[in-house]
């Protein structure tokens, strides 16, 4: 692991969403997180499953709906959630959206 910061002055132009399909880039993998940039063009979804470690997602820009636990929630820019280990979870993108999703180390 590295000594020097890691910097990323946006997020959201590291993740364009592309114009069909999902796009996803590991832009940080260390032993205490791993950030995941994902973007989605309109209409696509990562279907449900699940993660082995804690995991956050924060929403950047776009609207969407996410599945978490059995729960519906619209999601924005802004929006923000964690969820424990293995819990199931689905995103669907009604606009262009862009999210960061962070793996954390487990617990």
Do not use: N
């Amino acid at each position: 692991m590295t000594t020097e910061p890691l910097f990323f002055p946006d997020l959201l132009a590291e993740t364009p969403p592309p114009l069909r399909g999902i796009l996803s880039q590991t832009v940080y993998d260390g032993d205490d997180v791993r950030l995941v940039l994902f973007g989605f063009a309109p209409g696509e979804e990562l279907s449900e499953h699940t993660a082995a470690r804690p995991a956050i997602v924060h929403v950047l820009s776009g609207t969407g709906e996410a599945v978490v636990g059995g729960e519906r929630h619209t999601v924005g820019p802004g929006t923000w959630f964690r969820m424990p280990a293995r819990m199931a979870h689905s995103i669907r993108a009604a606009t262009p959206l862009s999210m960061a999703l962070y793996l954390l180390a487990p617990s």
